[in-house]
């Protein structure tokens, strides 16, 4: 297949990564109109925003990524394009936390089937040496869906209502689904240097114990996938409840603080993949450990960053510190999700991305939000208005945890990347 085939069908999964974010991110900005109207507490919001989508997109995202190691990943991914574009526009329609907290759980059955069957496509359509840059501007897709989100969400709600900017970003995402249906599914290992052996008729596919015996022997992945999982605690955690911070610490409005925060997060998310991906090709050929050593080095640099700039008490001081921990919080995306996809054969890959995604999710998703929306609250009594500047300067020390675990991963790497090869 051509190159321009394939940055063709790249800028298509990019597009579809997009929306997933768009749709799964902005309750983040419309968390403060939501609060309002249904009179809801900070820990409702957290599990509305993280719980609730988090449950069902990291149960079924396994059995998911097992159909698609065996059919058509374009055909799962098009089929979960258009269940979580109606079930966001869904959300417009509820009237009460029980309905809303519904409708988002149906929203992660969708988006459950979008990931990684992707992560597998990327891995047939570029070979080893672009992977980690190809996988980089694929998970573009969550800063600019992250601040699209936050952006649109605070305009259609300030203009309209936050049910209006539910029903406009979920209907906008059915547009995806004729293009990736028109996608061209790739031969499974194609540009792999050991593909796997075509499979015999009396030779069944793994299985999922198949699978999680070939990771119970990587302990890299279990450094990479709980490293990954400390990030996402910080990382979807901050996402959520940045927009908030921006209102109730600097009296912004919601307008004010979509725009401050979704420019944030567009460039520094960029930045920070870019860099991330990049540096994990330039050097993770000859040394393996560097897809773990990167994210560890990110990680501990982020800690004093966002300390300094949650704690300013002027605007521009705190948006302009917050730009470079912004950048560093996904650096580890290009590197960790290339490294688990190296550590098992081809025909394993979608259901080791599940395993992954299920803990980075469950953990980072699930928890995240809602430990700090809770914290938040139980220091509302102590620090009023600012217990959320408090409870989020807290919810960073997970960065600590996943630069131990990212290092801790960075010695074995080698070892379990190169017993990987081969066919399943």
């Keep these: ?5 394939r940055a063709y069908v790249l800028a298509i999964l990019v597009a579809v990564y997009t929306f997933n974010f768009i749709d799964r991110q902005i309750v983040g900005i419309l ?5 309002s109207e249904l009179a809801l507490t900070d820990t409702q919001l957290g599990l509305m925003g993280g719980l609730a989508f988090a449950l069902f997109y990291t149960l079924l995202g396994i059995p998911i990524a097992r159909w698609a190691d065996r059919v058509s990943r374009v055909g799962i991914m098009t089929a979960a394009v258009g269940l979580w574009s109606v079930m966001t526009a869904t959300c417009g329609l509820a009237h009460s936390f029980g309905q809303l907290f519904l409708a988002r759980l149906g929203v992660g059955v969708g988006e459950a089937g979008g990931v990684a069957p992707a992560y597998s496509l990327i891995c047939d359509y570029f070979p080893p040496e672009q992977r980690a840059r190809a996988l980089g501007v694929y998970s573009f897709g969550i800063p600019i869906g992250s601040a699209v989100g936050i952006v649109l969400g605070g305009f259609i709600s300030h203009w309209m209502s936050w049910r209006m900017a539910f029903f406009v970003v979920g209907l906008a995402g059915l547009v995806m689904v004729p293009l990736l249906k028109a996608v061209r599914e790739p031969v499974r290992g194609g540009f792999d240097p050991q593909p796997a052996q075509p499979m015999r008729p009396n030779l069944a596919p793994p299985t999922l114990l198949d699978v999680l015996a070939a990771l119970a022997r990587k302990p890299s992945f279990w450094g990479l996938a709980l490293g990954a999982a400390a990030c996402s605690m910080a990382g979807y955690g901050l996402f959520f409840w940045m927009p908030s911070f921006f209102v109730r610490s600097f009296a912004l409005t919601l307008v004010q603080a979509s725009l401050a925060y979704g420019a944030l997060v567009l ?25 773990a050593l990167i994210p560890a080095v ?19 001081i705190c948006m302009a510190v917050l730009g470079v921990p912004t950048a560093l919080g996904l650096a580890w995306l290009g590197p ?19 395993i992954f995604l299920f803990i980075n999710n469950l953990l980072g998703l699930g928890l995240g939000t809602t430990l700090i929306g809770a914290l938040s609250e139980a220091l509302r009594v102590r620090a009023g208005v600012e217990s959320l500047r408090y409870a989020i300067l807290a919810g960073t020390g997970f960065y600590l945890i996943a630069a131990v675990l990212f290092l801790w991963a960075s010695r074995r790497l080698a070892k379990d990347w190169e017993s990987a090869s081969g066919p399943a």
Excluded at 31 to 35: G, L, S, T, Y
Excluded at 298 to 316: D, T
Aim: hydrophobic share 55%.
């Design 298 to 316: 990110a990680s501990l640099a982020m800690i004093p960053c966002y300390g300094v700039g949650i704690l300013a008490s002027k605007l521009w």
């Design 267 to 291: 460039a520094g998310g960029l930045a920070g993949i870019w860099l991330g991906g990049a540096l994990a090709d330039a050097h993770g050929v000859r040394h393996r450990a560097a897809y």
């Design 31 to 35: 968390a403060v109109p939501i609060k």
């Design 1 to 5: 297949m051509s190159l321009t085939y």
């Design 336 to 354: 960790v999700v290339t490294a688990v996809q190296h550590l098992v054969p081809p025909t394993m890959r979608a259901t080791a991305s599940a």
